[in-house]
């Protein structure tokens, strides 16, 4: 599965974003069967993750340093995950990847996914 990143850029602290995750499987798999993530690198730490949404979208999980500001969301009709941030601070300013894989595990964990995006930089002003 190919998936393309869309809707970073800059904004001030305390606004809002909101990313989308365009998904295309040229192997004819649904998208429906892929469990969908986000994740962020800056360029002082590791990949870490946000949030993650299971295959239909029933269940999804945050980092404890996003719980209550962003919202991960999906659309199995649209391909699409997206990804919406309230309240941002400097410290959520980062390259933001999609990521997805039929069955992560653990679903918080870089490792587990085997196809990325290319990243949309956030990048949060004072």
């Known amino acids: 599965v190919q998936l393309v990143e869309s809707g970073g850029g800059l904004v001030q602290a305390g606004g809002s974003l909101r990313l989308s995750c365009a998904a295309s499987d040229a192997s004819g798999r649904t998208f429906s069967s892929y469990y969908m993530a986000w994740f962020r690198q800056t360029p002082a730490k590791e990949r870490e993750f946000v949030a993650a949404?299971?295959?239909?979208?029933?269940?999804?999980y945050y980092a404890d340093s996003v719980k209550g500001r962003f919202t991960i969301s999906r659309d199995n009709a649209k391909d699409k995950v997206y990804l919406v941030m309230s309240s941002l601070k400097a410290e959520d300013a980062a390259v933001y990847y999609c990521?997805?894989?039929?069955?992560?595990?653990?679903?918080?964990?870089?490792?587990?996914?085997?196809?990325w995006g290319q990243g949309t930089q956030v990048t949060v002003s004072p």
């Open positions: 949404i299971d295959w239909g979208g029933s269940t999804t």
């Open positions: 990521a997805a894989d039929p069955d992560p595990e653990p679903y918080s964990g870089s490792w587990s996914y085997n196809y």
